[in-house]
């Protein structure tokens, strides 16, 4: 058995974009473990825990990642590249890049040279920013048009029980999921459960979409990373790391479920803190909350700083208030009976 | 070459915390030259060559490369930094920095979802940057880190076919060279400083040169080479895989044009820096006591000042071919 960090740094090394399957694979053989799993067309993963009831309870967290898409190979080993996802192309001059071509290779964003450096660059346009393979004309061998660009930083210890690395957002929330599902596999519950590591969030919420139709849950829960703290950041824009899982509270979101999970986590002492959104809360929930009928939806989320960088960075306390707030959550039968 | 090279490079040596470059490297020369460090850090090295030399030379590289300094922590466990030397801020902008050889960090900022749209387009100002090492306040910070402590962006070395991408290639690729040299038998004598704080001003180099009181010098560095998808020809500066660049004239020194001229046609692969800019320890070294006949050798290095320096392996062998031939030309009398 691995540790949540464990879980959490292997999640974190591997990728998964498009085609490129190696984060769903393992959270597949991860979800395996303690669910009756399967694999669908897209990346998407599900994984089913029977209950004593013919309740569903889903929980969703996003297998994808930000990445990027090679559009252009010139002859000179230099790529072009398209967002997929929401990017800061400001820190890619410089920043090294796996393309994971016919064979994963590394390659550098281009960076101005100081003797061309005005200190004016305009940062509008990643097709401006060239992506350089260092294998000259051969690039053209190993490195297509399509073929997806990730991140490469592998994840690392930071002072206690802080640690930084890529596609936390959302491994962190995968890494929760496939927890919940160890400590419950043995249990007797309530409601069935469902785990789903959806594809395709970062392109617009829609590998949940297919999935929440076949699943037809009773109730959801969204399990995602949001804002964290920091020196630039205003207090009510973002959570506290350490302070425990962000329970969503919107207008978007079932009030039942918000104010349940704050019952759940003061009568089990569980850290928790509040995420009030003025309108939707820009995660799976939104397209969850509106698929068939409607479905009763709510967020859960780990605070993490440096969205969407290969330096994202979080606290392992708050992926374990997280695991027992939905340990308890479950146990307790959701909603079923409010 | 490129195992040294890859232990140099992997070494943190922020200007003024060159320690562990310096130990590597004497360990690598002691049995083969006689050396001393000087006050400021140098290393001042007497290679015995098989006869004397016709001209007392020294050999540079610097120790020395950019980073970061620590100059105070926030009550919120957050470190504010400076750099050391000239780093673009977009190569600092959620990077990962090992502080102290250490403990690792990531310069922090606002995520993507948070920031206007004019905002997105221009980088934000370096002294708005911080560095976040998981502390959840001052105190906890300063179990791991003291003000004054230098931090690096943190790179793996990567090769890849004939390139090399790593952090530090300025100057460890010149620091390779002077041991290579060092460590083989030479034809004549001569002199080497590895020197310290060349980033911030060629400081090092000026101590040294004075010390060691040389008549000729060659400067091992590395260049810009802007020969990159977007930069027009004529800014390329020079080119990867096509020699080390030798230079006549950038922002720091005119250099002499009898040993420019000699090793243009020496028949090695090299290739005249074609630009005005940047500059080197060679403008410490030729204005040393009564000045010095200086040549700068210089391995184009893409993506300088950053994490991924990325130099081509024949070029730095070319280099090293290239530093013994005017070596052995220099000492032995044949180029003027």
């Keep these: 058995m691995k540790t949540i960090k464990e879980t959490l740094f292997a999640l974190s090394s591997a990728d998964a974009v498009g085609n490129v399957r190696e984060a769903a694979d393992l959270g597949f053989e991860l979800l395996s473990q303690y669910t009756k799993a399967e694999k669908t067309d897209s990346l998407t993963v599900i994984g089913y825990l029977k209950g004593n009831s013919d309740y569903t309870l889903m929980l969703d967290a996003h297998i994808d990642q930000v990445a990027m898409v090679v559009t252009d190979v010139d002859d000179n080993g230099f790529l072009t590249v398209a967002k997929c996802g929401g990017i800061d192309i400001r820190s890619l001059p410089s920043r090294s890049v796996t393309v994971h071509g016919k064979e994963k290779i590394p390659a550098v964003f281009c960076s101005t040279p100081p003797h061309l450096a005005n200190g004016e660059t305009e940062y509008d346009d990643i097709s401006k920013i060239k992506l350089d393979t260092a294998l000259g004309e051969g690039a053209k061998t190993v490195v297509s048009v399509g073929d997806f660009v990730t991140f490469n930083k592998l994840p690392a210890e930071l002072c206690g029980t802080r640690v930084t690395g890529r596609s936390f957002d959302d491994r962190a929330a995968v890494t929760c999921l496939i927890e919940v599902a160890r400590r419950l596999s043995d249990r007797e519950l309530p409601v069935n459960v469902v785990f789903v590591l959806s594809d395709s969030e970062e392109l617009g919420l829609r590998g949940i979409r297919t999935a929440t139709y076949k699943i037809n849950p009773d109730e959801a829960l969204a399990v995602d990373v949001s804002f964290g703290d920091g020196p630039s950041i205003s207090a009510e824009e973002c959570g506290k790391l350490g302070g425990g899982g962000m329970i969503g509270i919107s207008p978007a979101l079932e009030k039942r479920i918000s104010k349940k999970l704050v019952r759940t986590a003061e009568q089990k002492n569980i850290p928790y803190q509040l995420e009030a959104m003025g309108e939707t809360s820009g995660t799976n929930a939104d397209m969850i909350a509106v698929t068939r009928e409607g479905v009763p939806c709510c967020t859960l989320s780990i605070p993490l700083r440096n969205m969407h960088t290969d330096t994202e960075l979080l606290d392992l306390k708050d992926l374990e208030a997280v695991c027992d707030l939905l340990c308890e959550y479950i146990l307790s039968g959701g909603v079923m009976n409010d | ?336």
């Design chain 2, 1 to 336: 070459m490129t195992d040294l090279l890859k232990r140099l490079c992997l070494l943190d040596g922020t200007s003024g915390d060159e320690g562990a470059v310096r130990e590597l490297i004497i360990s690598e020369i002691k049995d083969f030259c006689e050396l001393k460090t000087d006050p400021l850090g140098n290393i001042i090295a007497f290679k015995k060559g098989k006869k004397p030399s016709a001209k007392r030379l020294m050999l540079d590289a610097h120790m020395d490369e950019v980073g970061l300094i620590i100059t105070s922590v926030t009550h919120e466990g957050f470190l504010k930094f400076k750099t050391v030397g000239g780093i673009d801020t977009s190569a600092l902008l959620f990077r990962c920095v090992r502080i102290n050889r250490d403990i690792t960090g990531v310069i922090g900022g606002k995520p993507i979802h948070l920031i206007s749209a004019a905002e997105r387009k221009k980088l934000p100002k370096c002294d708005s940057l911080y560095i976040d090492i998981g502390a959840q306040n001052r105190e906890e910070a300063l179990k791991s880190v003291c003000i004054g402590d230098c931090a690096i962006m943190e790179s793996d070395f990567t090769l890849m076919g004939d390139k090399v991408i790593s952090k530090a290639l300025d100057d460890r690729i010149g620091c390779a060279l002077l041991i290579t040299l060092l460590k083989e038998e030479s034809e004549f004598d001569f002199h080497a400083s590895f020197s310290v704080q060349e980033e911030i001003g060629l400081r090092g180099a000026k101590t040294a040169a004075f010390g060691i009181n040389p008549q000729c010098a060659i400067v091992l560095e590395a260049t810009t080479a802007a020969d990159i998808a977007g930069v027009a020809e004529e800014n390329t500066v020079c080119k990867l895989g096509a020699g080390p660049a030798v230079s006549f004239m950038d922002r720091s020194t005119v250099y002499d044009r009898g040993f420019y001229n000699a090793a243009l046609e020496s028949g090695i692969d090299c290739q005249p820096k074609s630009a005005v800019a940047g500059g080197n320890n060679s403008g410490a070294v030729h204005l040393t006591r009564e000045g010095v006949r200086t040549l700068a050798i210089s391995v184009p290095c893409r993506y300088i000042h950053t994490a991924c320096n990325m130099a081509d392996i024949k070029d730095i062998e070319n280099a090293l071919k290239l530093c013994r031939f005017m070596l052995n030309g220099i000492c032995g009398g044949e180029i003027e």
